[in-house]
Protein backbone atom coordinates (compact mmCIF):
# COMPACT_ATOMS: atom_id res chain seq x y z
CA UNK A 1 0.00 0.00 0.00
CA UNK A 2 3.19 2.66 0.56
CA UNK A 3 4.51 2.57 -2.80
CA UNK A 4 0.72 2.89 -4.53
CA UNK A 5 0.76 6.01 -6.44
CA UNK A 6 -2.44 8.60 -5.56
CA UNK A 7 -3.32 8.37 -8.91
CA UNK A 8 -4.34 4.76 -8.38
CA UNK A 9 -6.41 5.67 -5.65
CA UNK A 10 -8.16 8.29 -7.01
CA UNK A 11 -9.37 5.70 -9.64
CA UNK A 12 -10.00 3.75 -7.09
CA UNK A 13 -12.25 6.36 -5.11
CA UNK A 14 -14.14 7.12 -8.38
CA UNK A 15 -15.19 3.62 -8.69
CA UNK A 16 -16.57 3.27 -5.64
CA UNK A 17 -18.34 7.00 -5.53
CA UNK A 18 -19.55 5.35 -8.85
CA UNK A 19 -20.75 2.22 -7.37
CA UNK A 20 -22.84 4.27 -4.43
CA UNK A 21 -24.33 6.08 -7.23
CA UNK A 22 -25.17 3.06 -9.03
CA UNK A 23 -27.52 1.65 -5.53
CA UNK A 24 -28.65 4.94 -5.53
CA UNK A 25 -29.91 4.36 -8.87
CA UNK A 26 -31.69 1.41 -7.43
CA UNK A 27 -33.26 3.00 -4.44
CA UNK A 28 -34.74 5.75 -6.49
CA UNK A 29 -36.14 3.34 -8.58
CA UNK A 30 -37.91 1.02 -6.59
CA UNK A 31 -38.56 2.89 -3.12
CA UNK A 32 -41.07 4.71 -4.58
CA UNK A 33 -42.12 1.71 -5.94
CA UNK A 34 -42.67 -0.11 -3.47
CA UNK A 35 -40.08 -2.71 -4.81
CA UNK A 36 -37.55 -4.33 -2.38
CA UNK A 37 -34.07 -3.24 -2.86
CA UNK A 38 -32.48 -6.97 -2.77
CA UNK A 39 -35.48 -8.61 -4.16
CA UNK A 40 -36.02 -9.51 -6.84
CA UNK A 41 -32.34 -9.38 -8.02
CA UNK A 42 -31.51 -6.99 -10.89
CA UNK A 43 -34.13 -7.30 -13.46
CA UNK A 44 -35.49 -5.54 -16.85
CA UNK A 45 -38.17 -3.05 -15.78
CA UNK A 46 -40.05 -3.71 -19.27
CA UNK A 47 -39.66 -7.49 -20.19
CA UNK A 48 -38.23 -8.84 -16.36
CA UNK A 49 -36.04 -10.49 -17.57
CA UNK A 50 -32.57 -10.93 -15.44
CA UNK A 51 -29.69 -8.79 -16.01
CA UNK A 52 -26.60 -10.38 -15.85
CA UNK A 53 -23.78 -8.73 -13.87
CA UNK A 54 -22.02 -7.41 -16.39
CA UNK A 55 -24.50 -5.19 -17.76
CA UNK A 56 -24.78 -4.05 -14.50
CA UNK A 57 -21.44 -2.40 -13.98
CA UNK A 58 -21.96 1.09 -13.21
CA UNK A 59 -21.45 3.90 -16.57
CA UNK A 60 -19.33 1.19 -18.33
CA UNK A 61 -22.40 -1.55 -18.43
CA UNK A 62 -24.51 1.56 -20.20
CA UNK A 63 -22.06 2.39 -22.26
CA UNK A 64 -21.46 -1.15 -23.27
CA UNK A 65 -25.08 -1.92 -24.34
CA UNK A 66 -24.45 1.56 -26.22
CA UNK A 67 -27.63 2.74 -23.68
CA UNK A 68 -30.09 -0.11 -24.75
CA UNK A 69 -31.24 -2.85 -22.71
CA UNK A 70 -29.56 -6.12 -23.45
CA UNK A 71 -33.03 -7.89 -23.47
CA UNK A 72 -35.10 -5.69 -25.40
CA UNK A 73 -33.17 -3.26 -26.92
CA UNK A 74 -35.22 -0.87 -25.22
CA UNK A 75 -33.61 2.62 -24.48
CA UNK A 76 -31.87 3.02 -20.82
CA UNK A 77 -31.92 6.75 -19.73
CA UNK A 78 -28.49 8.50 -19.82
CA UNK A 79 -29.58 10.19 -16.81
CA UNK A 80 -28.30 6.55 -14.62
CA UNK A 81 -24.41 6.49 -15.85
CA UNK A 82 -24.42 10.62 -15.56
CA UNK A 83 -25.40 9.81 -11.89
CA UNK A 84 -23.05 7.69 -11.50
CA UNK A 85 -20.61 9.35 -12.83
CA UNK A 86 -21.36 12.24 -10.94
CA UNK A 87 -20.61 10.11 -7.70
CA UNK A 88 -18.00 9.00 -8.86
CA UNK A 89 -16.18 12.18 -9.15
CA UNK A 90 -17.42 12.92 -5.27
CA UNK A 91 -15.07 9.97 -4.56
CA UNK A 92 -12.50 11.29 -6.19
CA UNK A 93 -13.05 14.29 -4.59
CA UNK A 94 -13.01 13.03 -1.60
CA UNK A 95 -9.94 11.63 -1.68
CA UNK A 96 -8.24 14.43 -3.34
CA UNK A 97 -9.34 16.71 -1.03
CA UNK A 98 -8.37 14.79 2.02
CA UNK A 99 -5.03 14.46 0.52
CA UNK A 100 -4.74 18.73 -0.46
CA UNK A 101 -5.66 19.59 3.04
CA UNK A 102 -3.59 17.50 5.06
CA UNK A 103 -0.66 18.40 2.50
CA UNK A 104 -1.06 21.70 2.73
CA UNK A 105 -0.50 22.21 -0.71
CA UNK A 106 -0.95 20.45 -3.74
CA UNK A 107 2.46 19.83 -5.53
CA UNK A 108 3.61 18.68 -8.90
CA UNK A 109 4.86 15.20 -7.19
CA UNK A 110 1.33 14.66 -5.61
CA UNK A 111 -0.09 12.43 -8.07
CA UNK A 112 3.18 10.02 -8.25
CA UNK A 113 3.62 10.03 -4.62
CA UNK A 114 2.07 7.31 -2.27
CA UNK A 115 -0.51 8.68 0.39
CA UNK A 116 1.58 7.40 3.53
CA UNK A 117 -0.44 8.73 6.92
CA UNK A 118 -3.02 7.29 8.41
CA UNK A 119 -5.13 10.03 9.14
CA UNK A 120 -5.25 11.05 5.28
CA UNK A 121 -7.03 7.76 4.37
CA UNK A 122 -9.23 8.56 8.01
CA UNK A 123 -9.94 12.47 6.40
CA UNK A 124 -10.58 10.47 2.85
CA UNK A 125 -13.21 8.02 4.00
CA UNK A 126 -14.75 10.69 6.34
CA UNK A 127 -15.06 13.39 2.95
CA UNK A 128 -16.83 10.19 1.46
CA UNK A 129 -19.13 9.96 3.39
CA UNK A 130 -19.94 13.14 3.91
CA UNK A 131 -20.28 13.86 -0.10
CA UNK A 132 -21.95 10.82 -0.92
CA UNK A 133 -24.06 11.31 2.29
CA UNK A 134 -25.33 14.82 1.05
CA UNK A 135 -27.28 13.88 -2.15
CA UNK A 136 -29.60 11.36 -0.39
CA UNK A 137 -30.29 13.89 2.87
CA UNK A 138 -31.14 16.80 0.51
CA UNK A 139 -33.27 14.40 -1.76
CA UNK A 140 -35.27 12.57 0.78
CA UNK A 141 -35.60 15.64 3.48
CA UNK A 142 -37.13 17.91 0.53
CA UNK A 143 -39.54 15.37 -0.53
CA UNK A 144 -40.89 13.42 2.24
CA UNK A 145 -39.38 15.76 5.13
CA UNK A 146 -37.39 12.81 7.13
CA UNK A 147 -33.45 11.68 6.73
CA UNK A 148 -32.54 8.57 5.85
CA UNK A 149 -31.25 6.67 9.22
CA UNK A 150 -28.83 4.85 6.95
CA UNK A 151 -27.10 8.46 6.76
CA UNK A 152 -27.79 9.87 10.08
CA UNK A 153 -27.41 7.06 12.14
CA UNK A 154 -24.93 5.36 9.82
CA UNK A 155 -22.83 8.72 9.98
CA UNK A 156 -22.55 7.44 13.60
CA UNK A 157 -21.35 4.20 13.11
CA UNK A 158 -19.31 5.15 10.35
CA UNK A 159 -17.58 8.38 12.89
CA UNK A 160 -16.86 5.81 15.42
CA UNK A 161 -15.70 3.31 12.90
CA UNK A 162 -13.19 6.14 11.19
CA UNK A 163 -12.24 7.19 14.35
CA UNK A 164 -10.07 3.99 15.32
CA UNK A 165 -7.79 4.99 12.58
CA UNK A 166 -4.66 7.00 14.32
CA UNK A 167 -4.51 10.47 13.27
CA UNK A 168 -7.63 11.77 13.04
CA UNK A 169 -9.84 12.57 15.94
CA UNK A 170 -9.65 9.75 18.90
CA UNK A 171 -13.09 7.45 19.34
CA UNK A 172 -13.50 9.14 22.96
CA UNK A 173 -13.51 12.54 20.49
CA UNK A 174 -15.98 11.17 18.40
CA UNK A 175 -18.17 9.71 20.76
CA UNK A 176 -18.71 12.79 22.93
CA UNK A 177 -19.06 15.00 19.67
CA UNK A 178 -21.79 12.60 18.35
CA UNK A 179 -23.56 12.61 22.13
CA UNK A 180 -23.18 16.29 22.52
CA UNK A 181 -23.54 17.64 19.47
CA UNK A 182 -26.87 15.30 18.95
CA UNK A 183 -27.98 15.82 22.73
CA UNK A 184 -27.14 19.68 22.17
CA UNK A 185 -29.60 20.28 19.18
CA UNK A 186 -32.33 17.85 20.96
CA UNK A 187 -32.19 20.47 23.82
CA UNK A 188 -32.14 23.50 21.51
CA UNK A 189 -35.07 21.47 19.86
CA UNK A 190 -37.24 20.86 23.28
CA UNK A 191 -36.90 24.47 24.33
CA UNK A 192 -37.96 25.88 21.03
CA UNK A 193 -40.67 23.35 21.00
CA UNK A 194 -42.11 24.73 24.29
CA UNK A 195 -41.50 28.16 23.35
CA UNK A 196 -43.05 28.47 20.23
CA UNK A 197 -45.49 25.33 21.09
CA UNK A 198 -45.25 23.56 17.82
CA UNK A 199 -42.27 21.29 16.30
CA UNK A 200 -39.54 23.43 15.85
CA UNK A 201 -37.00 20.28 14.91
CA UNK A 202 -36.91 17.19 13.78
CA UNK A 203 -35.70 14.50 15.34
CA UNK A 204 -33.87 13.31 11.83
CA UNK A 205 -31.34 16.62 12.27
CA UNK A 206 -30.74 15.93 15.40
CA UNK A 207 -29.35 12.20 14.42
CA UNK A 208 -28.08 13.76 11.40
CA UNK A 209 -25.70 16.14 13.41
CA UNK A 210 -25.25 13.19 15.84
CA UNK A 211 -23.51 11.21 13.03
CA UNK A 212 -21.40 14.73 11.48
CA UNK A 213 -20.61 14.82 15.84
CA UNK A 214 -18.99 11.62 15.37
CA UNK A 215 -17.20 11.95 12.26
CA UNK A 216 -15.72 15.45 12.87
CA UNK A 217 -16.03 15.99 16.86
CA UNK A 218 -17.66 18.43 18.51
CA UNK A 219 -16.57 21.65 17.06
CA UNK A 220 -16.80 20.70 13.42
CA UNK A 221 -20.39 19.52 14.18
CA UNK A 222 -20.90 23.01 15.93
CA UNK A 223 -19.49 24.45 13.00
CA UNK A 224 -21.47 22.78 10.84
CA UNK A 225 -25.08 23.89 12.79
CA UNK A 226 -24.06 27.89 12.88
CA UNK A 227 -23.04 27.62 9.23
CA UNK A 228 -26.10 25.91 8.25
CA UNK A 229 -28.56 28.06 10.28
CA UNK A 230 -26.67 31.31 8.74
CA UNK A 231 -26.85 29.63 5.09
CA UNK A 232 -31.10 28.83 5.78
CA UNK A 233 -31.52 32.16 7.41
CA UNK A 234 -30.34 33.71 4.19
CA UNK A 235 -31.65 30.70 1.55
CA UNK A 236 -35.24 30.34 3.23
CA UNK A 237 -36.11 33.95 4.51
CA UNK A 238 -37.67 34.72 1.48
CA UNK A 239 -39.04 31.80 0.88
CA UNK A 240 -40.39 31.15 4.55
CA UNK A 241 -42.30 34.08 3.65
CA UNK A 242 -44.93 32.44 1.58
CA UNK A 243 -45.04 28.95 3.27
CA UNK A 244 -44.45 29.43 6.50
CA UNK A 245 -47.90 30.01 8.15
CA UNK A 246 -49.72 27.13 6.75
CA UNK A 247 -50.36 25.71 10.11
CA UNK A 248 -50.09 22.11 8.83
CA UNK A 249 -46.49 21.45 8.84
CA UNK A 250 -46.44 21.87 5.35
CA UNK A 251 -44.87 25.15 5.26
CA UNK A 252 -41.75 23.34 7.08
CA UNK A 253 -38.74 23.99 5.95
CA UNK A 254 -36.13 21.20 5.62
CA UNK A 255 -33.49 21.74 7.77
CA UNK A 256 -31.42 18.37 6.73
CA UNK A 257 -30.28 19.29 3.44
CA UNK A 258 -28.71 22.52 4.81
CA UNK A 259 -26.38 20.57 7.41
CA UNK A 260 -25.73 17.94 4.68
CA UNK A 261 -24.06 20.93 2.56
CA UNK A 262 -22.12 22.36 5.48
CA UNK A 263 -20.35 19.40 6.88
CA UNK A 264 -18.06 18.55 4.06
CA UNK A 265 -16.92 22.18 3.65
CA UNK A 266 -16.29 22.36 7.64
CA UNK A 267 -14.92 19.30 7.86
CA UNK A 268 -11.79 20.56 5.23
CA UNK A 269 -11.97 24.39 6.23
CA UNK A 270 -14.06 24.65 9.54
CA UNK A 271 -10.91 25.24 11.70
CA UNK A 272 -9.08 28.07 9.25
CA UNK A 273 -12.94 29.53 8.91
CA UNK A 274 -12.52 29.90 12.69
CA UNK A 275 -9.47 31.75 13.10
CA UNK A 276 -10.35 33.96 10.44
CA UNK A 277 -13.42 34.66 12.65
CA UNK A 278 -11.28 35.14 16.07
CA UNK A 279 -8.74 37.63 13.95
CA UNK A 280 -11.82 39.44 12.63
CA UNK A 281 -13.63 39.75 16.18
CA UNK A 282 -10.80 40.59 18.42
CA UNK A 283 -8.20 42.02 15.80
CA UNK A 284 -5.60 39.35 16.17
ZN1 LIG B 1 -35.89 -6.07 -21.25
Known sequence: MEEIPL??????????????GSFYNVIVYRMPRGISLINPPSHCPLCKKHIPIRYNLPIVGWLWLRGKSACCKQPISV??????????????????????????????GLFSAPVMEPAVWASAFAMFWLLLGAYPVCAVDCKYKLIPDSISVGGIVAGLLISIVPGGITPLQSLLGAAIAGGGLYLVGWCATKLLKKDAMGFGDVKLLAGYGALMG??????????????GIVVMVPYGKITANKGDGTGQIPFGPFLAVAAPFMYLWGAA??????????GE
Open 7 to 20: WYWLLVFFALGACV
Open 79 to 108: IYPIGEALCGLLGVLALFSAVAVNAGSVSA
Open 218 to 231: LTGAVETLIVAAIL
Open 273 to 282: LFDIYVKFVF
